[in-house]
């Protein structure tokens, strides 16, 4: 499976549009990571426990975005985007979505 960020995959023709492949997770803090997280942010620097959390978590989304497309019967996903929102108090969603399609 391609998966690009791009509208299209170089020497490589799109035959059909599948529709929009996604995939999401939400991730919750906890409270061990929350009082070195508190204890960072009065020192200052890289939460590390958090930076670790969103990054397990956006490979989690864009797993289930290439599932999604395989479900479609896609050979790549193009022009992929990454976005995200509280969905409660010390809970995140990540979003990955793009265009499902056929190539030649």
Request: aromatic share 4%.
């Amino acid at each position: 499976m391609i998966l690009s960020t791009t509208d299209f995959i170089p020497n490589r023709e799109v035959t059909e549009i599948l529709g929009i492949a996604r995939g999401s997770t939400v991730r919750a803090r906890n409270i061990g990571r929350d009082i070195f997280a508190g204890l960072k942010n009065i020192v200052g620097g890289e939460i590390e426990e958090y930076s670790k959390l969103q990054a397990h978590a956006r490979e989690q989304a864009l797993q289930r975005l290439e599932q999604d497309a395989v479900r479609l019967g896609a050979d790549a996903v193009i022009n992929i985007r990454l976005t995200t929102a509280m969905v409660m108090q010390g809970a995140a969603e990540i979003l990955a979505y793009g265009t499902a399609v056929k190539l030649n």
